[in-house]
């Protein structure tokens, strides 16, 4: 393999070693490991992010390491085009709400991961190579910094100007899972003067009629969701903010627990049906919403009932039928169940199980050597405190399933 060999403004040539070194480490692809895993494992804010963000860090890694590397070869500097795209990832990181701090903080730890490697790769190297590689990556900082901290700026402050769609994009964001901590999720809702409510719902509603008029794809605009929200009373100044986008056909809405026992009739009104998350933390609104978008693409029509949207057990007995579970089976179990697997409601407990096993109130009184009133007493409160009635077919269903796991785990 050839040797190049370059020259500097000042005319001394720069050693070959440092071309060596550069090829030995962009065909090595555990530089970007390394240089990931140490960004993942000293930056807080990289510790919480979602791993599916992971393939664009390693993207920018691997970039970031082939430009310095050149110019450390070459004897150049950071140029325009580096900054362009530096100033690009400011402004993508704006957007998702990853604390600039964070971003910049990464960078440091990448550039000291690299002059690691170089060192462990070339432990001859000389003084003027190791000097410039210094020179060269505290330059860089220094420059990409201050380009970085402007981008971001203008973008925060362009967002922040649009409240309404940055409010949009906030949400798009949110069941995206490109949020890296709970913290930056407050940082960017503080910038957009809001408070995002601490205990939430998720909704994820279709008109009854999917169908599309032109047999093209049916788009939902996001007027339609605000206007959900209107009629929710969710779009009122109050201490917490409601958000609304479209999914396709699909209005998503993060609302505050509250509104929940208005969503039946309001989705009735507009002729919808929907799925309401509430149980999933503010940082697991990605887990939420494929929680309810799953259980919309997969409940059977009896499952929908005008009275009532599905709920968070509606959508984990859907997933743990589809062989997709969310939480573990026992989770689940509480979740469907709620109070009755405490051995306070056994006898509720006792009283669903023959209700189901058996077909009629009459038939689990004579099982249980009860009379039918009483049997039909317990069944109410497992309605009451179960937000499901026996007597309803899916309803029911899920409540077997419940009761099927609860009583496993207890024989187990």
Sequence with gaps: MAVRTFFRWDHHPVTNMRERVRQELLADTRLVEAVVDAVHEQVPAYTALDGSRFPEVRAIAAWANDRLLDHWVTGGAVDAADLRRFRGIAAARAADGRPLQAVLRAYRVAAAVLADEVAARAPQLSAKDAFALTRLLLTAMDTLSEEMTAAYADTSQRLTGDRDRALQLLLDDLIAGRHASLGALTDRASRLGIQLPERYCLLVAEPLDTTPQDGGATDLSLHTSTALLKALGADRDRRETSLATTHASRAVLLLPTTATDALPG?????????????????????????????????????????????????????????????????????????????????????????????????????????????????????????????RDPWQRLTLDIGRTIALGARNG
């Design 266 to 390: 309001v989705l009735r009104g507009h002729g919808w049906r929907g799925c309401v998350i509430s149980g999933e933390s503010l940082d697991r609104v990605a887990v939420a919403h494929r929680l309810a978008a799953g259980a919309l693409d997969s409940a059977p029509p009896h499952a929908h009932h005008p009275d009532r949207v599905l709920t968070d057990a509606d959508a984990h007995v859907l997933a743990l039928l589809a062989g997709h579970p969310v939480a573990s089976p026992d989770r689940i179990g509480r979740i469907v169940l709620g109070p009755l697997v405490d051995r306070a409601q056994h006898h509720l407990l006792e009283a669903l199980t023959a209700y189901i096993d058996t077909g009629s109130a009459n038939a689990a009184a004579r099982e249980l050597h009860l009379h039918p009133q009483s049997v039909r007493y317990r069944l109410r409160r497992v309605r009451d405190m179960t937000a499901r009635d026996p």
